[in-house]
């Protein structure tokens, strides 16, 4: 006997994952849900020990400088 496996491609399973999703938790929890799996962006622990490295008015100060750009 043969037997024949189905491979599906990446976007077929990303297709189903979210058709599934989408009944499962209704279209609006269901993008909450992929939303959750954000994995942000840059290096964290380089701006995570500049930051901690900083004074309240350094911060201010860049605070500052960030909103006139």
């Known amino acids: 006997m043969s037997s024949?496996?189905?491979v599906r491609s990446t976007e077929e399973i990303r297709k189903l994952g979210i058709e599934a999703l989408a009944e499962?938790?209704?279209p609006v929890d269901a993008?909450?849900?992929?939303q959750s799996f954000?994995?942000?962006?840059?290096d964290y622990t380089k701006e995570r020990s500049h930051v901690l490295d900083l004074t309240l008015d350094e911060i201010f100060k860049d605070i500052?400088?960030?909103?006139?750009n």
């Open 24 to 26: 499962a938790l209704g």
């Open 64 to 68: 500052e400088k960030q909103k006139r």
């Open 38 to 42: 954000d994995l942000g962006r840059g």
């Open 31 to 34: 993008v909450r849900f992929l």
């Open 4 to 6: 024949k496996i189905d």
